[in-house]
Structure formats: C-alpha cells, structure tokens
C-alpha cells in the first residue's frame, strides 16, 4: 500500500500517504500514485481543494534509500502539486525529513500539530537539498534554510511556521483547518484557480529555470563514494567515517 483510498467531503479530497513500514518514504511507487491520484483530482470538477496526509507517525521520511525514485520524477510530482487547479493543503500530525520538505512546501497551505518535526537531513548522508530546494527557498527564511540546508538539525512545528515553511502550528491540527477548508470551499473554482496561479508565479520560474541542473545535481551526488557510504551507514544505524 503507498496511498489511502481517498475520501472526499463536501468539495474537499483528501489524500493520505500510506506506507508506514517505510515511514512512507519517497518510493517510485508512491511518487506514481500519487501523481496519479493528483491527476484524477485536477480532472474532477467536484474537487475543491485537496488535503495531503498521511498514515502513522511520520508524514514522509524522504527518499526510499532501498528504492528511490528517479529525481526527474520527484521533481514532476512537485511540480504537479504547484500547477494543480486546485490548493493543495497539507495535514501533519507526524516527522518531515528531507524530501518530505519538498512534498510539504509544495502544498499552498499547510498545518502541523505539536507532534510534527522537521529536518532536512540530506548533508549527514553525503546528499544536498537539491531538487527540493525549488520549492523550499520560495519559501524559507534565508538565514534559516542556510542553517537547517548546512546542519541538518531538527526542529518543531513553531520554528517551521516562524521560519515559512508552515502556514500555521496548532495543538489541534484539525479544529485549525475547519476555517481553512471553510474558505475553500466558498471560494468559486475559478477564482481558486486564478488565485493559485498568482501565489505559484514564482516558484514555477524557478522550476522552469533550475529544475533541469538540479536533477543532474541530484543524481551525481547520489552515485557518489560518499554518499554510498552516508547512506550505508544510515541504514546500518552507524555514524558514516567522515563524522568527528
């Protein structure tokens, strides 16, 4: 399973991720349905809005190292929640890691409780916040994306909203939405569409400009002796040679 059936209330559909053994990682697999599913939704004139979510206690732990998913690809999924007619509104009870930043900053609106944590953790296996860096510096403070991109370290939900990643941290994720999809959902699908389109300009020049350099970025670094090594000794549970 990499999604849950989705279910749909009132205008607004929600899609879960739902590959909890892996922590649902950014498999091939999961890349394609979900890509799938985002589609179905962009064809389906009921479909106001669109909630992401996910099953278990991480939102999305980043690449599958076991299986990852072609770079070209992620960087399309991205894409496609950005140009989707629809908002995209993420839900978060759980961990964000690396890769799952770029899901999450894809999304237009975005909401997680005290139980979400964030960390992009790409520079301790010998990796770069390559392509996600698309939509994540659209976003993020400079002086914060340099030091979580450099360090790596973790931090909660108030720091991503301080920090622009998050819309909105809230005890209660869902009573927080309740305005959220409120407003979706008196909002004409027209003038939903036109409005994404003006908040979106931005980052779709940066995938138009960058996305192609970034994938060849992405995919050297992945075949790389050091990033072999981080990401043997991740899945080890070891310290990789290089750490002090």
Request: contains cysteine; negative net charge; hydrophobic residues 50%.
């Amino acid at each position: 399973m990499t999604l849950a059936a989705p279910t749909h209330d009132r205008g607004i559909t929600t899609l879960a991720l739902d590959s909890p053994a892996n922590r649902n990682a950014l498999s091939a697999r999961l890349v394609g349905a979900l890509g799938e599913a985002l589609d179905a939704c962009a064809a389906d004139t009921a479909v106001r809005a669109v909630v992401l979510t996910h099953t278990g206690t991480t939102f999305c732990a980043g690449a599958d190292l076991t299986a990852p998913p072609d770079p070209a690809a992620f960087v399309a999924l991205m894409r496609r929640i950005v140009t989707l007619p629809q908002p995209v509104v993420a839900r978060v009870t759980g961990h964000v890691r690396a890769g799952g930043l770029g899901l999450l900053s894809a999304c237009d609106i975005s909401v997680a409780g005290p139980g979400a944590s964030f960390a992009l953790t790409e520079s301790r296996l010998g990796l770069a916040p390559a392509v996600v860096s698309i939509p994540l510096l659209a976003r993020m403070d400079p002086a914060a994306a340099a030091r979580y991109f450099l360090t790596g370290e973790r931090f909660d939900a108030a720091e991503a909203t301080r920090t622009g990643l998050l819309t909105l941290a809230a005890d209660d994720v869902d009573k927080a939405l309740e305005p959220v999809l409120d407003g979706l959902r008196r909002a004409s699908p027209q003038g939903l569409k036109a409005s994404k389109e003006l908040v979106t300009a931005t980052v779709l020049e940066d995938f138009d400009q960058h996305a192609e350099d970034l994938i060849a970025r992405s995919a050297a670094l992945f075949t790389s002796a050091e990033a072999r090594e981080g990401m043997t000794a991740f899945l080890e549970r070891r310290d990789p040679a290089w750490v002090l």
